[in-house]
Structures are given as structure tokens and as C-alpha cells.
């Protein structure tokens, strides 16, 4: 199942300035309308359509702030009039174009300018460092060499600094969207937030679709991170499909996977992808699962205990 809602991602993505209808969709993917709608009811918290305004929207605020009209963006996105794309703008983000735009900060009435630009600099990486620190305290390490230091982001700012971006506004570093490479197919994000008076103003949603609009340009074929608790919702509405990696020291793989067989049989949507031993003593079991059920991961950590779940999203570009 994951497979073919993939696959049906792949396409709107692709397609989103082409006239997207749920009848052109299954067409072009070999699936009915119904299947595509049972799909979505599992893996996303909104119906396909609903989907696709979305990401429409998303796309268009990425070309929102170069000045173009908003008129000719319109037009883009294959909406006939600007009273449409107003409307499909107003359903997404709760306010007009131009109020997005302008948000009012505060009872002074600032005026919100987003940039959404990749690092150019050594200075410009060490700003975004310094904020990424106050998040990932036990990541971001300035001093030492390991993963995600400061040394590991130089090394991959001179590998590919397109992918190492922010969100600002005015002189304000507000969000930050770090993608990194290491020899594969895919990028991994290596850090991705929004400071909190930025939240729910579409400012992550954009850096994301940056993110993969110019992974895809660079030939990548798919973009994975990490999720914490609380944050399915928002990659399930980005179109990501999601695994869930089970730890445990005190667990044989054989008795994580005899669990699994007892409690989740009867889901289809749910499958084993892959296990094996890490370190020679972390025993790991890898599963292909909604990520918006959490009902495996609640039983396997509180039911069957000492062991530690991570849910990893994907997505195909």
C-alpha cells in the first residue's frame, strides 16, 4: 500500500500546475478514485483534493515572495481566475495572499518578509548553527567532529550548500531546514524547525518544499528524517510515508517480530521491511506503518516495554 500511495504522490508533484482532478489522477496512476481515497484515509490526515490544494498553495508561496504577480502565479497552478487562487489560499492558510505577506507581528504591525534562501558562507552557516544548538543541544556539537558538528556541516556546505537552508525574516534567522548527502540517492534531513512566533504560517511547509524541489533538481530521488512525537500530522500532509524503528537490548529480534505477528497481523497496511543486530547487542526491527497510528508504537514501548521506537519518513521525489 505504501508503494502505491508513493506513487501516487510522485504525480501530483509532479504535476502541480497541470489540472489535477481526482478522475486525471487515477487515470494516470492504474488505481481507482475509491482505492486512492482509502489511501489517504490510511496514510494522510486529509482526502486526496485537499491534498492537492495544499500543495499547490505551499508551491505558490514559494514563488510568493520574488516579486512575481500574483496573477501570473495564479495562472501557474492552473487556477482560472485570482478570485480562485484567493480562495484556495484562504482555505490553506486562513488569510489572503497579501495578508500572509503582511502579517502583523505585534501591536506595532511589522510587516513579516520571508526569505527562504540556502547558505552561502562560512558566517552565514555558523548563524545557523548557533540557532540549530538551542534546539539540538545534544546534535549540534560546535567544538567536536562528529555527526552533525560543525566540522560535518562544513564538509557538506562545500559538498552542496543549496541544500543547507533557512527561513528569514528581515535580520532574523526563524526557521532552518538543513538537508545533507552522503554518497546516496536520497537526502537525509539533519535538522528541520521554526521559531515558535513563526509557527502555522506556512513558513515550514514552504523550506520543506524548497528542500525537495531542489533535492529533485539535483537528481536525488527522496528525501528521510527522523520525526519526534507530535509531528506526524505535518509530514503526513507533505505526502511522507513512514517506517517505524524498534530498539531493544533486552528483546531478541525473534521475540520483537513474534510480537508483532500477535498484535498486528490483521493489519494490511502495516509490514515487516527489515531486521538485524546493531553494534553486535541493539537488536532492531524495521516496519512499514502509517504514520499516523500510533497504536504500534504505544504497544511495543508500554506493553511490551525495554524497548525504543523511532518513526523515519520518506519520500519519493
Same mark, same amino acid.
Given at each position: 500500500?505504501?508503494?502505491?500511495?508513493?506513487?501516487?504522490?510522485?504525480?501530483?508533484?509532479?504535476?502541480?500546475?497541470?489540472?489535477?482532478?481526482?478522475?486525471?489522477?487515477?487515470? &494516470?496512476?492504474?488505481?481507482?478514485?475509491?482505492?486512492?481515497?482509502?489511501?489517504?484515509?490510511?496514510?494522510?490526515?486529509?482526502?486526496?483534493?485537499?491534498?492537492?490544494?495544499?500543495?499547490?498553495?505551499?508551491?505558490?508561496?514559494?514563488?510568493?515572495?520574488?516579486?512575481?504577480?500574483?496573477?501570473?502565479?495564479?495562472? $501557474?497552478?492552473?487556477?482560472?481566475?485570482? &478570485?480562485?487562487?484567493?480562495?484556495?489560499?484562504?482555505?490553506?492558510?486562513?488569510?489572503?495572499?497579501?495578508?500572509? @505577506?503582511?502579517? @502583523?507581528?505585534?501591536?506595532?504591525?511589522?510587516?513579516?518578509?520571508?526569505?527562504?534562501?540556502?547558505?552561502?558562507?562560512?558566517?552565514?552557516?555558523?548563524?545557523?548553527?548557533d540557532l540549530a544548538k538551542n534546539f539540538y543541544?545534544?546534535?549540534?556539537?560546535?567544538?567536536?567532529?562528529?555527526?552533525?558538528?560543525?566540522?560535518?556541516?562544513?564538509?557538506?556546505?562545500?559538498?552542496?550548500?543549496?541544500?543547507?537552508?533557512?527561513? /528569514?525574516?528581515? $535580520?532574523?534567522?526563524?526557521?532552518?531546514?538543513?538537508?545533507?548527502? *552522503?554518497?546516496?540517492?536520497?537526502?537525509?534531513?539533519?535538522? $528541520?524547525?521554526?521559531? *515558535?512566533?513563526?509557527?502555522?504560517?506556512?513558513?515550514?511547509?514552504?523550506?520543506?518544499?524548497?528542500?525537495?524541489?531542489?533535492?529533485?533538481?539535483?537528481?536525488?530521488?527522496?528525501?528521510?528524517?527522523?520525526?519526534?512525537?507530535?509531528?506526524?500530522?505535518?509530514? &503526513?500532509?507533505?505526502?511522507?510515508?513512514?517506517?517505524?524503528?524498534?530498539?531493544?537490548?533486552?528483546?531478541?529480534?525473534?521475540?520483537?517480530?513474534?510480537?508483532?505477528?500477535?498484535?498486528?497481523?490483521?493489519?494490511?497496511?502495516?509490514?515487516?521491511?527489515?531486521?538485524?543486530?546493531? $553494534?553486535?547487542?541493539?537488536?532492531?526491527?524495521?516496519?512499514?506503518?502509517?504514520?499516523?497510528?500510533?497504536?504500534? /508504537?504505544?504497544?511495543?514501548? /508500554?506493553?511490551?516495554?525495554?524497548?525504543?521506537?523511532?518513526?523515519?519518513?520518506?519520500?519519493?521525489?
Amino acid at each position: 500500500m505504501a508503494k502505491i500511495y508513493e506513487q501516487i504522490i510522485r504525480y501530483i508533484d509532479r504535476n502541480l500546475k497541470e489540472e489535477l482532478t481526482l478522475d486525471n489522477i487515477a487515470n &494516470a496512476v492504474g488505481y481507482s478514485k475509491f482505492h486512492i481515497y482509502k489511501l489517504f484515509a490510511v496514510y494522510t490526515a486529509v482526502p486526496v483534493m485537499k491534498y492537492v490544494q495544499r500543495k499547490k498553495m505551499y508551491a505558490a508561496v514559494n514563488e510568493f515572495y520574488t516579486g512575481r504577480n500574483l496573477y501570473d502565479i495564479a495562472l $501557474d497552478y492552473n487556477f482560472e481566475t485570482p &478570485a480562485g487562487f484567493y480562495k484556495a489560499f484562504q482555505n490553506v492558510f486562513g488569510c489572503s495572499p497579501s495578508g500572509f @505577506k503582511k502579517h @502583523k507581528l505585534n501591536e506595532n504591525k511589522e510587516i513579516l518578509f520571508m526569505l527562504i534562501e540556502n547558505v552561502k558562507t562560512v558566517e552565514e552557516l555558523d548563524n545557523v548553527l548557533d540557532l540549530a544548538k538551542n534546539f539540538y543541544p545534544e546534535t549540534i556539537d560546535m567544538e567536536g567532529g562528529g555527526r552533525y558538528s560543525r566540522a560535518y556541516w562544513l564538509e557538506q556546505f562545500n559538498k552542496q550548500p543549496e541544500l543547507i537552508l533557512y527561513a /528569514k525574516d528581515r $535580520d532574523e534567522i526563524c526557521g532552518i531546514a538543513l538537508g545533507c548527502v *552522503d554518497g546516496g540517492k536520497n537526502i537525509t534531513v539533519g535538522g $528541520d524547525f521554526v521559531l *515558535d512566533e513563526y509557527k502555522n504560517k506556512g513558513v515550514h511547509e514552504s523550506m520543506f518544499i524548497e528542500l525537495e524541489k531542489r533535492s529533485a533538481n539535483l537528481g536525488y530521488e527522496g528525501i528521510g528524517l527522523g520525526i519526534g512525537d507530535g509531528e506526524e500530522e505535518f509530514y &503526513a500532509k507533505l505526502g511522507y510515508v513512514g517506517k517505524m524503528l524498534i530498539q531493544s537490548e533486552k528483546h531478541s529480534v525473534d521475540e520483537l517480530i513474534n510480537f508483532f505477528e500477535v498484535n498486528f497481523k490483521h493489519k494490511k497496511e502495516c509490514e515487516i521491511t527489515g531486521s538485524g543486530v546493531w $553494534d553486535g547487542y541493539v537488536n532492531q526491527l524495521w516496519l512499514s506503518v502509517p504514520i499516523l497510528d500510533k497504536e504500534l /508504537k504505544s504497544k511495543f514501548e /508500554k506493553e511490551l516495554g525495554d524497548c525504543w521506537t523511532q518513526i523515519i519518513v520518506h519520500k519519493g521525489l
